[in-house]
């Protein structure tokens, strides 16, 4: 474990550290360790730095109800480090400065380390002779910055402290009274310390520590020692396992990289797999997500008409306020962005919503007229949300303005020239609605130069764990309670259930169970029955006792079943065929096959 470091040898690190080897940093309680971007943002700091901030004179706590801190915002002195390229001029008392190289000269980032006056002992033969003169109770009573796991001679979990906790992101409930067997094999651990040991203690009777590195269920890393305990017979009585947080110093440091360079180019933050602007966050941590981005970022560079497309619930108006961000990043600008909700309007409304009026229009019409939502957009963005809602009639009229690139109000008879970027956006398969004569095919072709389509949730699985964080944070936040904390088998259901209602359905799952659990720890008891049952949504193929059928019978049965099922889903013949792989014309011949 070469490329594992102490935060010692850092500390002596002169002016410049190259992260290299996959190195990787042992958290240490005798340290504040903070890691910042070129702008001064902080994308990791350990528990010791988190509990300064609140301490320090010069943090404002509104920051910390904002989705990022600024080393700034925490300790102007470092803030004048980075923008001061004398690594000396650092005014803090055992702190230091280093510049973090990622393969090349430019840095990508800096590191802070401030050492505690009241540096503590750190030696793991310490540490057993302090766990062998005092009883288990007596130990997990201790604050403790490093994590404690207790297990029996048999590999039982007895107790796990509060730092262990905040290290694994595990909840004591979710172990307690299981075999780490067991959990090895559902996956909590890479390896578990406590089962070597064992295994080690049966095989030569060795009874000494044992460190090795281990990676956690919930994506955390950890330096783990196991300790044998032995009663005053000599024999093992327990296994306490010391737990320290490892800083995959290396992985921030590339995603530093890449973040610099996404800083340069498209003028947007990406942390962490989040995008952030505008008050606004995207969760983009599953591959089908940051391609769509990827998409969006390359067509925000051109005037394309974008229709963005999708069920409902999927994130197609976020996307398309990200297109509008980017846009006002290229002209150092803000620009317009007129939203019309072609659903929430009423059709007989609408007309005159999108074109405005010419003064005595109509019966109670403004004696100034008004400007219409297509007008207010001009040298912007008009955003259609739900256009496959728009009524025929008003399809037409519409198609006027995009092909002349002028407008006419309602009651008026001058045209006004207008210029914007359309960008569209519908849960509906409008290949299906203008086959059914529902929507213009002219139309259609003047608003989709480019089609972005977005995956529903049960598509990007990934995105499922960091959504329902964020959103439990997000609630936190907002009524400034100390959050609840999803076990690992409610986060399992969760990540496999398949979300028909998207991230809507997910947000306001979290907020129902935020009121209704009792508990802070949400467990399998709080989730509702049709989240529990979708598990089971794969049928076991049964054959009847009286069947008759030949096996291709059969086959063809249960391919019908499957095909109609993918239609009550879906909601149309086209969307089904799509998510079966087929095309349409194949979906219908199965269909009508007897």
């Known amino acids: 474990m070469n490329y594992l470091k102490n935060v010692g040898y850092l500390y002596k690190q002169d002016k410049n550290f190259i992260v290299n080897n996959n190195y990787k940093i042992i958290d240490d309680k005798n340290y504040r360790i903070a890691i910042v971007d070129l702008s001064g943002n902080i994308v990791y700091m350990n528990r010791n730095f988190l509990n300064a901030i609140y301490s320090m004179i010069n943090v404002d706590k509104d920051y910390l109800n904002r989705n990022y801190l600024n080393i700034r915002d925490v300790n102007f002195e470092m803030w004048l480090a980075i923008k001061d390229s004398n690594l000396n001029n650092l005014n803090i008392e055992n702190a230091k400065k280093i510049r973090l190289h990622f393969g090349s000269n430019n840095p990508v980032g800096y590191l802070f380390l401030q050492r505690d006056k009241r540096e503590r002992n750190n030696n793991i033969q310490d540490k057993i002779e302090f766990f062998n003169k005092g009883s288990v109770k007596e130990i997990f009573l201790e604050d403790l910055y490093d994590g404690l796991y207790l297990a029996d001679s048999e590999a039982n979990t007895l107790k796990v402290n509060a730092s262990y906790e905040k290290i694994s992101l595990l909840p004591e409930f979710e172990l307690k009274g299981k075999n780490l067997r067991e959990l090895e094999e559902k996956g909590y651990f890479s390896k578990s310390v406590t089962l070597l040991l064992l295994d080690k203690f049966k095989a030569e009777g060795f009874l000494a520590p044992i460190s090795i590195e281990q990676k956690i269920i919930t994506g955390k890393e950890a330096l783990v020692t196991g300790i044998p305990i032995v009663d005053d017979k000599n024999s093992l009585e327990y296994i306490v396992t010391i737990v320290k947080e490892i800083i995959p110093i290396y992985e921030i440091a590339k995603k530093l990289t890449y973040t610099n360079k996404r800083r340069i180019w498209r003028g947007f933050k990406i942390e962490n797999d989040v995008i952030r602007f505008d008050n606004v966050c995207i969760i983009a941590k599953d591959r089908k997500t940051k391609d769509v981005i990827e998409k969006v970022q390359n067509v925000s560079c051109g005037s394309f008409s974008v229709l963005l497309t999708g069920e409902t619930g999927v994130g197609k108006d976020l996307m398309a306020k990200y297109l509008y961000h980017l846009k006002c990043k290229q002209k150092g600008t803000k620009i317009p962005f007129v939203v019309v909700n072609c659903s929430a309007i009423p059709k007989d409304l609408l007309e005159t919503e999108m074109f405005g009026y010419e003064p005595g229009a109509f019966s109670g019409a403004s ?160 989730i509702p029955y049709r989240i529990l049952k979708d598990r089971k949504k794969v049928k076991d193929v049964i054959i009847p006792e009286d069947n008759n059928k030949t096996l291709r019978e059969m086959v063809r049965d249960y391919e019908i079943q499957i095909i109609k099922e993918a239609i009550n889903k879906f909601g149309s013949f086209s969307l089904a065929a799509k998510s079966l792989g087929i095309d349409v014309s194949t979906l219908r011949r199965k269909l009508k096959r007897k």
């Open 367 to 526: 004696k100034n007229g008004k400007k219409g939502l297509i007008e207010l957009a001009n040298g912007g963005i008009l955003f259609l949300n739900e256009i496959g809602e728009m009524p025929l009639d008003l399809q037409s009229k519409f198609l006027t303005v995009l092909d002349n690139g002028k407008i006419r109000r309602v009651g008026g008879l001058k045209e006004y020239k207008i210029s914007f970027q359309l960008v569209s956006a519908t849960n509906k398969d409008l290949d299906e609605a203008v086959r059914e004569n529902k929507f213009r095919k002219d139309l259609y072709y003047r608003i989709s130069d480019i089609v972005i389509n977005i995956p529903p949730l049960r598509e990007r699985r990934d995105d499922i764990l960091p959504l329902l964080l964020f959103a439990i944070e997000e609630i936190r936040k907002k009524y400034n309670d100390e959050g609840k904390i999803l076990s690992s088998s409610v986060i399992e259901i969760l990540i496999n259930y398949s979300w028909p209602g998207n991230i809507r359905e997910l947000f306001a799952f979290v907020k129902k169970m935020w009121v209704l659990s009792s508990n802070r720890v949400i467990t399998v008891n709080d």
